[in-house]
């Protein structure tokens, strides 16, 4: 397998307004979506584009707020009530062959292949089997391969 772009941090938290407000007067984003919801992941999702190497988008934060009582986040929260860092994706060429080689790793894989916030097939791969990092692995959007 070989490991494509870090396409975004995830940073879960428990207000999106006040972290959107954060982002842009503390830290100075200008580029910041509008959130938009995503009932069947359990998430409200805005991402705060950060600048690229020219020619080349940058590294997106992407916020997160839970949504709905089954959201998956919601038990993160809870532990961490002023939000924080809670999932890295990378991005891959080829989503299947990348689900079959951490099979054989050995890495869980949390929940079927879906279809993630930039429109593309993901999937998550459990933290205890990935150094405490909550992974999520993304087909590099058609074009931009
Ligand atoms: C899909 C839209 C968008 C996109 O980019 O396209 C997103 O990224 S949405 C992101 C939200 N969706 C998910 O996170 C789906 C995958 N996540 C899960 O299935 C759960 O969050 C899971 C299984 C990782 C944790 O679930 P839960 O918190 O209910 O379980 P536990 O509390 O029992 O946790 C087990 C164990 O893992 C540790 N943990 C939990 N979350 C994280 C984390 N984000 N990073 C690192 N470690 C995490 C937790 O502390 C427990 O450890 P222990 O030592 O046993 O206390
Ligand atoms: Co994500």
Redesign the pocket.
Same mark, same amino acid.
């Given at each position: 397998m070989k490991l494509g772009r870090l396409n975004?941090v /995830?940073v879960a938290v428990p207000s999106m307004h006040d972290a959107i407000a954060y982002y842009r007067e503390v830290m100075g984003a200008s580029l910041i979506t509008a959130p938009f919801d995503?009932p069947e &992941? /359990? #998430?409200k #999702?805005a991402f705060v584009n950060t600048p690229g190497e020219a020619g080349t988008a940058g590294t997106q934060i *992407?916020l !997160?707020e839970p949504l709905g009582e089954t959201s =998956? !986040?919601a %038990? +993160?929260i809870a532990?961490n009530p002023a939000g924080g860092q $809670? $999932?890295l994706?990378y991005e891959v060429a080829d989503i299947e062959a990348a689900r079959a080689w951490f099979t054989a790793q050995g890495k869980r894989i949390? /929940?079927p292949t879906r279809i /993630?916030? $930039?429109g593309t097939p !993901?999937f +998550?791969l459990? =933290?205890?089997d990935m150094l %405490? &990092?909550?992974t *999520?692995i993304?087909e590099t959007p058609r074009g931009d391969h």
């Open positions: 975004h /995830g995503m &992941q /359990g #998430v #999702v *992407e !997160i =998956p !986040i %038990g +993160f532990k $809670h $999932h994706c949390l /929940g /993630g916030a $930039h !993901i +998550f459990h =933290p205890k %405490g &990092q909550l *999520e993304m």
